[in-house]
């Protein structure tokens, strides 16, 4: 069974369109992530949510929003999007305790806006 | 915020020689680092991490890397490099759940 899962992985768009990327996790993990990979491979974190409730959420346009509907899931809806939002974006989960919190990572969704 | 910095974005190496990418990080608080390995057109797999103890951590795939408190570094090494060791390699520190990747190191490994 994979541990973190995100549909789809491959997702080519217009300009302007609408899209979600949905990730589930079947850890029993209370935090979930999102993370954007640009072309020169970077990874930035985007949010973060533990149990539901936004804990991170770094300087990224109100365009992308974040939705958790329980613990397992959090999905990211992306609206009007744009040529910049191209980038692969992975979901991912950590268990939240004081000992760390290996994050473990989705194999990711590849996102072209054309 | 605490950050990674990874020396070099490409590292060449040739098969059965030494790999050592290179790490540091900046903290306020004492650090857990991570090292992971992304193979071309997948997610991010963990190779080792640091928490607390033993400065030299063993990871998989024959990797290791060590906690260097006063270079505040974290430099991942291998003995002898294998073609399959051909990926993109990421540091990372994480301070209370925040966790944060350097910039990449990719690594070529020449038969």
Redesign the interface.
């Known amino acids: 069974d994979t541990a973190v899962s995100q549909t789809p992985k491959y997702l080519v768009t217009q300009m302007g369109n609408d899209k979600s990327i949905k990730c589930e996790q079947n850890l029993g993990h209370d935090t979930m992530y999102w993370y954007k990979q640009d072309s020169k491979k970077f990874l930035k974190i985007m949010f973060s949510y533990n149990n539901k409730e936004l804990i991170i959420n770094e300087t990224v346009p109100n365009r992308f929003s974040p939705k958790s509907p329980d613990k397992a899931h959090l999905n990211l809806h992306i609206n009007s999007l744009e040529l910049g939002d191209s980038a692969v974006y992975f979901c991912a989960s950590s268990q939240d305790t004081v000992v760390v919190n290996t994050i473990y990572f989705g194999e990711g969704s590849w996102l072209t806006v054309v | 915020a605490q950050s990674v910095t990874q020396l070099g974005s490409h590292v060449s190496v040739s098969e059965g020689a030494l790999v050592l990418l290179r790490c540091n990080y900046s903290s306020s608080v004492p650090p ?1 680092l ?1 090292w ?1 390995v ?1 193979y071309p ?6 190779l080792l ?1 640091y ?1 607390t103890g033993a400065t030299l951590v063993k990871g998989i795939n024959g990797f290791e890397a060590e906690f260097k408190k006063s270079e505040t570094s974290f430099h991942l090494t291998k003995p002898s490099a294998h073609m399959s060791d051909a990926a ?1 390699y ?1 540091c ?1 520190v ?1 301070v209370n ?5 350097g ?2 190191t ?1 690594l070529t490994v020449k038969p």
């Open positions: 857990y991570f992971y992304q057109n997948q997610g991010l797999q963990l991490k928490t993109e990421f990372a994480s759940n925040d966790m944060r990747f910039a990449g990719r």
